[in-house]
């Protein structure tokens, strides 16, 4: 949907008498008799676009009327400081104007600047309360990362966003969930590298990956370490690499699902290294952790910011960091990279997603809501504290990354024969 959406408060804009436009004194202001409705409208906020068709989508060039069935309708969007109160008279086939035209006559006015159409039932979105599910148990990276966006959310969404953790299958039973779930924006979840990675994974999964979902927002990304319980005997990872090499598959690795990135990088470092080390799922990352830090598994890759304080106190011992260049949380901490496998690159990235079909205002609602949290001081400040690099954009953005990571990871799953365990 092009131009935006524009932030209007009230309800829909149909069935209303048709009037002539009245000039109230102010150039961004215009008065019309609307009879019962009125809207209060941003009128700094107003962007050009086209008139779109509410019954087939269409786009209508400008100055060009729809039929009259095709009415726009506009997404109702919370109150906020500096909106004006405009009373717009929406007879069938008109639209709203910026801020020196009002409205488009029946007999047509050629050039006029039109906002994009939003179905009726985008209208009044959000009714009700928002389910978003997080695929890991609580306490993870994502489930940190989820809620301090949905904080900052809170306020200017208005109504309650509904945190879920539904762990397992390497993330397929939410993802699966949120496939099958009515294509309304009330069910949202956010995925991972393991979204791009499960299609090359399993055999038949219950959802189509590249179809059966809309991109949302990317919320960004976090570098990884490979970390081990302190009572190994190798120090730095040549010496690890050493030791795997002169026990074959005595050594374990934790990741926190089958097909999540932390399993990946543990396959990839196999490979690449030419060591046979036994991977260990577990549903989540804090089920991992418990077992690292008890002595049950013996590395795991996990998220950098969560690891910081473990390293700190000698509880885990880090063997590298999986980016390309040091870290500015752990300067100190060597890249994989640098230690002897220049091509070892991985990080966890986040992105929302609903079902497909999804109405695109809602989805635009969306976009908007969680990006303005991501750029809030107090959102930034709670990331970038957890070493998350926030991506606020369109939802084009996160399409074209799982597009390029669908192909990435299933030349990395084919060429490492990775399989399931």
Sequence with gaps: ???????????????????????????????????????????????HGDIRSRSE???????????????????????????????LPFPRGYALMDRRQALLTMAGAAGCALLPAVPAHAQSYP?????????????????????????????????????????GAGTVIAVDQVAKSAADGYTL?????????????????????????APVALLGATANILVGRPGLEPKTLPQLIAYARQHPGKLSYASFGTGTSAHLAGEMLKQMAGVDILHVPYKGG?????????????????????????????????????????????????????????????????GVLAPAGTPAAVVAYLNQAINASLEAAATRATLGGMGFDVAPGAPSQLGALIAKDLKLNAKLVRDANIRLD
């Design 1 to 47: 949907m092009r131009g935006g959406v524009l932030p209007v408060v009230g309800l829909g804009l149909h069935d209303a008498s048709a009037h002539a436009v009245h000039q109230q004194g102010h150039a961004d202001q215009q008065r019309t008799d609307f009879g019962r409705r009125s809207m209060e409208i941003d009128m700094g906020k107003v962007r």
């Design 57 to 87: 989508n269409r786009v209508y060039p400008l100055g060009r009327l729809p039929p009259a069935a095709d009415l726009p309708i506009l997404l109702p969007t919370p109150a906020r400081p500096g909106t004006k109160r405009v009373h």
């Design 127 to 167: 009714a009700r309360p928002v389910r978003w599910l997080v695929p890991f148990p609580p306490g993870g990276t994502m489930d940190q990362v989820v809620r301090a966006v949905a904080q900052g959310m809170q306020g200017r969404f208005g109504q309650p966003l509904i945190i879920e953790n539904k762990p």
């Design 189 to 213: 979840v956010t995925v991972a590298n393991s979204f791009t990675i499960n299609p090359s994974l399993y055999a038949k999964l219950p959802y189509d990956t590249e179809h059966g979902f």
């Design 286 to 350: 804090v089920p991992a952790l418990t077992d690292i830090l008890g002595g049950q598994v013996d590395l795991m890759f996990n998220n950098l910011p969560d690891m910081l304080p473990y390293l700190a106190n000698g509880k885990l011992r880090g063997y590298g960091v999986t980016s390309k260049a040091r870290s500015a949380l752990a300067p100190d901490l060597p890249t994989i990279a640098e230690q002897g496998y220049p091509d070892f690159e991985t990080n966890s990235w986040y």
